[in-house]
Protein backbone atom coordinates (compact mmCIF):
# COMPACT_ATOMS: atom_id res chain seq x y z
CA UNK A 1 0.00 0.00 0.00
CA UNK A 2 1.22 3.54 -0.79
CA UNK A 3 -0.02 7.04 -1.46
CA UNK A 4 -0.03 6.08 -5.25
CA UNK A 5 -3.77 4.87 -4.50
CA UNK A 6 -4.48 8.28 -4.19
CA UNK A 7 -2.99 9.83 -7.60
CA UNK A 8 -4.99 10.74 -10.50
CA UNK A 9 -2.60 11.31 -13.05
CA UNK A 10 -4.36 10.70 -16.68
CA UNK A 11 -7.71 10.86 -15.26
CA UNK A 12 -10.05 13.49 -16.35
CA UNK A 13 -12.64 15.60 -13.43
CA UNK A 14 -15.48 17.88 -14.28
CA UNK A 15 -17.00 19.80 -11.34
CA UNK A 16 -19.96 21.59 -11.80
CA UNK A 17 -20.49 24.78 -9.85
CA UNK A 18 -16.61 24.79 -9.31
CA UNK A 19 -15.59 28.44 -10.03
CA UNK A 20 -15.70 28.89 -6.15
CA UNK A 21 -16.58 27.68 -2.77
CA UNK A 22 -16.74 23.70 -1.98
CA UNK A 23 -16.22 23.10 -5.90
CA UNK A 24 -13.38 25.08 -6.43
CA UNK A 25 -11.53 23.71 -3.50
CA UNK A 26 -12.18 20.09 -5.01
CA UNK A 27 -11.46 21.19 -8.59
CA UNK A 28 -7.84 22.38 -7.10
CA UNK A 29 -7.44 19.41 -4.93
CA UNK A 30 -8.28 16.49 -7.92
CA UNK A 31 -5.93 19.06 -9.98
CA UNK A 32 -3.34 18.94 -6.78
CA UNK A 33 -3.37 15.29 -7.25
CA UNK A 34 -2.46 15.08 -10.83
CA UNK A 35 -6.04 15.02 -12.99
CA UNK A 36 -6.99 17.54 -15.84
CA UNK A 37 -9.97 19.18 -14.65
CA UNK A 38 -12.80 20.90 -15.90
CA UNK A 39 -14.94 23.48 -14.32
CA UNK A 40 -18.19 25.28 -14.92
CA UNK A 41 -20.14 28.14 -13.76
CA UNK A 42 -23.15 29.69 -15.30
CA UNK A 43 -20.56 32.65 -15.84
CA UNK A 44 -17.99 31.98 -18.74
CA UNK A 45 -15.74 34.54 -16.72
CA UNK A 46 -16.10 32.82 -13.50
CA UNK A 47 -15.22 29.76 -14.96
CA UNK A 48 -12.12 30.36 -17.16
CA UNK A 49 -11.25 32.65 -14.33
CA UNK A 50 -10.90 29.66 -11.54
CA UNK A 51 -9.55 27.25 -14.62
CA UNK A 52 -6.72 29.85 -14.84
CA UNK A 53 -5.98 29.87 -10.97
CA UNK A 54 -6.06 25.86 -10.78
CA UNK A 55 -3.90 25.37 -13.77
CA UNK A 56 -1.25 27.80 -12.00
CA UNK A 57 -1.62 26.36 -8.81
CA UNK A 58 -1.16 22.79 -9.73
CA UNK A 59 0.41 22.60 -13.26
CA UNK A 60 -2.42 20.37 -15.29
CA UNK A 61 -4.58 21.11 -17.75
CA UNK A 62 -7.59 23.13 -16.59
CA UNK A 63 -10.62 24.30 -18.86
CA UNK A 64 -13.93 26.52 -18.04
CA UNK A 65 -16.99 25.90 -19.31
CA UNK A 66 -20.25 28.08 -18.94
CA UNK A 67 -23.74 25.97 -18.18
CA UNK A 68 -26.69 26.03 -16.35
CA UNK A 69 -26.69 22.65 -14.65
CA UNK A 70 -30.56 23.15 -14.68
CA UNK A 71 -30.58 22.90 -18.43
CA UNK A 72 -30.53 19.78 -20.03
CA UNK A 73 -29.37 20.77 -23.38
CA UNK A 74 -26.38 23.25 -21.99
CA UNK A 75 -25.35 20.33 -19.67
CA UNK A 76 -25.03 17.79 -22.69
CA UNK A 77 -23.10 20.15 -24.74
CA UNK A 78 -20.90 21.13 -21.57
CA UNK A 79 -20.12 17.15 -21.25
CA UNK A 80 -19.51 16.94 -25.01
CA UNK A 81 -16.91 19.62 -24.50
CA UNK A 82 -15.36 17.94 -21.44
CA UNK A 83 -14.95 14.43 -24.28
CA UNK A 84 -14.04 17.00 -27.15
CA UNK A 85 -11.07 18.78 -25.08
CA UNK A 86 -9.90 16.00 -23.13
CA UNK A 87 -11.19 12.86 -25.27
CA UNK A 88 -12.53 10.94 -21.78
CA UNK A 89 -14.52 11.95 -18.81
CA UNK A 90 -13.35 10.28 -15.44
CA UNK A 91 -14.82 12.02 -12.54
CA UNK A 92 -18.03 14.06 -12.28
CA UNK A 93 -18.83 15.90 -9.07
CA UNK A 94 -22.21 16.95 -8.83
CA UNK A 95 -21.52 20.08 -6.66
CA UNK A 96 -23.67 22.97 -8.04
CA UNK A 97 -26.22 23.63 -5.50
CA UNK A 98 -28.49 26.55 -4.03
CA UNK A 99 -30.42 26.58 -0.43
CA UNK A 100 -33.56 29.31 0.04
CA UNK A 101 -34.34 29.05 3.99
CA UNK A 102 -38.31 29.98 4.85
CA UNK A 103 -41.36 28.47 6.50
CA UNK A 104 -43.35 25.87 4.43
CA UNK A 105 -46.46 28.45 4.63
CA UNK A 106 -44.39 31.32 2.75
CA UNK A 107 -42.54 29.05 -0.06
CA UNK A 108 -43.51 29.53 -3.59
CA UNK A 109 -43.84 26.92 -6.21
CA UNK A 110 -41.24 28.51 -7.80
CA UNK A 111 -38.58 28.40 -5.18
CA UNK A 112 -39.19 24.87 -4.36
CA UNK A 113 -39.03 23.74 -8.04
CA UNK A 114 -35.64 26.01 -8.27
CA UNK A 115 -34.12 23.94 -5.33
CA UNK A 116 -35.45 20.60 -6.98
CA UNK A 117 -33.75 21.23 -9.89
CA UNK A 118 -31.05 22.35 -8.62
CA UNK A 119 -29.78 19.89 -5.77
CA UNK A 120 -31.49 16.53 -7.14
CA UNK A 121 -32.79 16.92 -10.91
CA UNK A 122 -29.23 18.75 -11.91
CA UNK A 123 -27.04 16.02 -10.68
CA UNK A 124 -29.46 13.58 -12.35
CA UNK A 125 -29.06 15.39 -15.77
CA UNK A 126 -25.28 15.57 -15.63
CA UNK A 127 -25.23 11.95 -14.55
CA UNK A 128 -27.24 11.00 -17.31
CA UNK A 129 -24.96 12.40 -19.89
CA UNK A 130 -21.31 11.39 -18.93
CA UNK A 131 -23.02 7.57 -18.29
CA UNK A 132 -22.40 6.43 -22.20
CA UNK A 133 -18.59 7.46 -22.32
CA UNK A 134 -18.19 6.14 -18.76
CA UNK A 135 -19.66 2.32 -19.51
CA UNK A 136 -17.56 2.44 -22.96
CA UNK A 137 -14.37 3.25 -20.87
CA UNK A 138 -15.74 1.12 -18.35
CA UNK A 139 -14.75 3.52 -15.94
CA UNK A 140 -16.28 6.35 -13.95
CA UNK A 141 -16.23 8.02 -10.30
CA UNK A 142 -19.41 10.42 -9.83
CA UNK A 143 -19.18 12.00 -6.44
CA UNK A 144 -22.72 13.63 -5.32
CA UNK A 145 -22.56 16.43 -3.06
CA UNK A 146 -25.54 16.25 -0.43
CA UNK A 147 -25.46 17.04 2.73
CA UNK A 148 -25.63 16.13 6.25
CA UNK A 149 -28.57 18.15 5.74
CA UNK A 150 -30.08 14.84 3.66
CA UNK A 151 -30.33 12.79 6.77
CA UNK A 152 -30.76 15.86 9.43
CA UNK A 153 -33.68 17.95 9.28
CA UNK A 154 -33.70 21.78 10.36
CA UNK A 155 -36.66 23.97 10.07
CA UNK A 156 -36.87 26.30 7.22
CA UNK A 157 -35.43 23.99 5.45
CA UNK A 158 -37.88 21.75 3.59
CA UNK A 159 -36.56 22.14 -0.18
CA UNK A 160 -33.18 21.81 0.60
CA UNK A 161 -33.53 18.56 3.33
CA UNK A 162 -35.88 17.14 1.00
CA UNK A 163 -33.60 17.72 -2.61
CA UNK A 164 -30.22 16.70 -0.57
CA UNK A 165 -31.99 13.08 0.90
CA UNK A 166 -33.39 12.89 -2.45
CA UNK A 167 -29.83 12.67 -3.75
CA UNK A 168 -28.80 10.29 -1.06
CA UNK A 169 -31.17 7.57 -3.00
CA UNK A 170 -30.03 8.82 -6.64
CA UNK A 171 -27.09 7.89 -5.60
CA UNK A 172 -28.00 4.15 -4.75
CA UNK A 173 -30.13 3.64 -7.51
CA UNK A 174 -26.89 4.81 -9.63
CA UNK A 175 -24.58 2.94 -8.19
CA UNK A 176 -26.25 -0.47 -8.64
CA UNK A 177 -27.52 0.31 -12.39
CA UNK A 178 -23.58 1.11 -13.43
CA UNK A 179 -21.35 -0.69 -11.10
CA UNK A 180 -21.18 -3.64 -13.68
CA UNK A 181 -19.33 -1.02 -15.75
CA UNK A 182 -16.83 -0.33 -13.22
CA UNK A 183 -18.39 3.06 -11.93
CA UNK A 184 -18.58 3.86 -8.27
CA UNK A 185 -21.12 6.45 -7.34
CA UNK A 186 -21.11 7.92 -4.01
CA UNK A 187 -22.13 11.14 -1.92
CA UNK A 188 -20.44 13.38 -0.09
CA UNK A 189 -22.35 15.05 3.17
CA UNK A 190 -20.89 18.14 4.55
CA UNK A 191 -22.15 19.42 7.54
CA UNK A 192 -22.06 23.20 8.02
CA UNK A 193 -18.77 24.66 5.95
CA UNK A 194 -18.15 28.76 5.82
CA UNK A 195 -18.72 29.70 2.11
CA UNK A 196 -21.15 32.13 1.01
CA UNK A 197 -23.69 29.50 1.18
CA UNK A 198 -23.90 29.64 4.77
CA UNK A 199 -23.42 33.39 5.37
CA UNK A 200 -26.88 34.51 5.79
CA UNK A 201 -26.39 32.03 8.60
CA UNK A 202 -22.89 32.69 10.25
CA UNK A 203 -24.14 36.42 10.08
CA UNK A 204 -27.27 35.40 12.63
CA UNK A 205 -25.72 35.21 16.01
CA UNK A 206 -28.80 33.51 17.60
CA UNK A 207 -28.48 30.78 14.63
CA UNK A 208 -24.98 30.72 14.24
CA UNK A 209 -24.88 29.73 18.18
CA UNK A 210 -27.43 27.05 17.71
CA UNK A 211 -25.31 25.72 14.65
CA UNK A 212 -21.98 26.12 17.25
CA UNK A 213 -23.14 24.01 19.70
CA UNK A 214 -24.71 20.90 17.43
CA UNK A 215 -21.37 21.19 15.91
CA UNK A 216 -19.08 18.68 18.17
CA UNK A 217 -15.65 20.14 16.99
CA UNK A 218 -17.20 23.77 18.25
CA UNK A 219 -16.56 25.16 14.96
CA UNK A 220 -17.36 25.59 11.47
CA UNK A 221 -15.74 23.81 9.09
CA UNK A 222 -13.39 25.17 6.56
CA UNK A 223 -13.43 24.39 2.38
CA UNK A 224 -10.25 22.81 2.58
CA UNK A 225 -11.30 19.82 4.87
CA UNK A 226 -13.19 18.47 2.61
CA UNK A 227 -10.26 18.08 -0.04
CA UNK A 228 -9.06 14.78 1.28
CA UNK A 229 -12.42 13.14 1.05
CA UNK A 230 -12.56 14.00 -2.24
CA UNK A 231 -9.60 12.74 -3.49
CA UNK A 232 -10.73 9.62 -1.49
CA UNK A 233 -13.71 9.27 -3.50
CA UNK A 234 -12.14 10.01 -6.55
CA UNK A 235 -9.32 7.60 -6.57
CA UNK A 236 -8.53 4.35 -6.73
CA UNK A 237 -8.28 4.36 -2.95
CA UNK A 238 -12.43 3.92 -2.92
CA UNK A 239 -12.24 1.06 -5.22
CA UNK A 240 -14.51 -1.16 -3.66
CA UNK A 241 -16.79 1.74 -2.26
CA UNK A 242 -20.21 2.39 -3.98
CA UNK A 243 -23.81 3.79 -3.12
CA UNK A 244 -22.58 5.14 -0.09
CA UNK A 245 -22.31 8.44 1.75
CA UNK A 246 -18.99 10.07 3.61
CA UNK A 247 -20.09 12.02 6.29
CA UNK A 248 -17.46 15.13 7.25
CA UNK A 249 -19.62 17.18 9.61
CA UNK A 250 -17.90 17.81 12.91
CA UNK A 251 -20.11 15.43 14.79
CA UNK A 252 -22.89 17.18 14.24
CA UNK A 253 -25.09 13.78 12.88
CA UNK A 254 -22.41 12.25 16.00
CA UNK A 255 -24.67 13.99 18.92
N1 LIG B 1 -21.17 24.96 2.63
C1 LIG B 1 -21.76 24.01 3.31
O1 LIG B 1 -21.86 24.05 4.55
C2 LIG B 1 -22.33 22.85 2.62
C3 LIG B 1 -22.53 22.80 1.26
N2 LIG B 1 -23.08 21.69 0.69
C4 LIG B 1 -23.28 21.62 -0.74
O2 LIG B 1 -22.05 21.87 -1.39
C5 LIG B 1 -22.29 22.39 -2.68
C6 LIG B 1 -21.44 23.63 -2.88
O3 LIG B 1 -21.87 24.62 -1.96
P1 LIG B 1 -20.96 25.84 -1.46
O4 LIG B 1 -19.66 25.82 -2.12
O5 LIG B 1 -21.04 25.86 -0.01
O6 LIG B 1 -21.85 27.06 -1.97
P2 LIG B 1 -21.60 28.20 -3.03
O7 LIG B 1 -22.86 28.98 -3.07
O8 LIG B 1 -20.34 28.91 -2.76
O9 LIG B 1 -21.41 27.39 -4.40
C7 LIG B 1 -22.48 26.86 -5.12
C8 LIG B 1 -22.12 26.91 -6.58
O10 LIG B 1 -23.18 26.34 -7.36
C9 LIG B 1 -23.36 27.16 -8.48
N3 LIG B 1 -24.70 26.99 -9.04
C10 LIG B 1 -25.89 27.17 -8.43
N4 LIG B 1 -26.90 26.96 -9.30
C11 LIG B 1 -26.32 26.63 -10.48
C12 LIG B 1 -26.82 26.31 -11.76
N5 LIG B 1 -28.14 26.28 -12.03
N6 LIG B 1 -25.94 26.01 -12.75
C13 LIG B 1 -24.62 26.06 -12.51
N7 LIG B 1 -24.08 26.35 -11.32
C14 LIG B 1 -24.92 26.65 -10.33
C15 LIG B 1 -23.15 28.57 -7.94
O11 LIG B 1 -22.95 29.50 -8.97
C16 LIG B 1 -21.94 28.35 -7.07
O12 LIG B 1 -20.76 28.42 -7.82
C17 LIG B 1 -23.80 22.63 -2.75
O13 LIG B 1 -24.41 21.54 -3.42
C18 LIG B 1 -24.22 22.65 -1.29
O14 LIG B 1 -25.56 22.30 -1.12
C19 LIG B 1 -23.44 20.60 1.42
C20 LIG B 1 -23.28 20.59 2.76
C21 LIG B 1 -22.68 21.70 3.46
O1 LIG C 1 -28.29 25.45 7.25
C1 LIG C 1 -28.35 25.83 6.09
O2 LIG C 1 -29.27 26.52 5.70
C2 LIG C 1 -27.31 25.44 5.15
O3 LIG C 1 -27.31 25.86 4.02
C3 LIG C 1 -26.31 24.51 5.66
C4 LIG C 1 -25.42 23.86 4.65
O4 LIG C 1 -25.55 24.30 3.37
C5 LIG C 1 -25.50 22.40 4.77
O5 LIG C 1 -25.87 21.72 3.84
C6 LIG C 1 -25.05 21.87 6.07
O6 LIG C 1 -25.01 20.50 6.04
Not at 111 to 136: E, G, H
Not at 192 to 211: G, H, K, S
Not at 220 to 231: L, M, N
Request: proline fraction near 3%; charge should be neutral.
Amino acid sequence: MSLELFKLDGRVALITGGAQGLGLVMAKALAGAGASVAVTSRERSKAEKAAAVIGESSGQRAIGIAADVTDTGQVNSMVQTVIDEFGRIDILINNAGINIRKPVEEFEDEQWDQVQNTNLKAPFICSRAVARQMKQQRYGRVINVSSMLGSVALPERSAYCSSKGGLLQLTKVLALEWAPYNITVNALSPGPIATELNTVVMNNPEVNNTFLQNIALGRWGEPEEIAGAVIFLASGASSFMTGSSLVIDGGWTAK
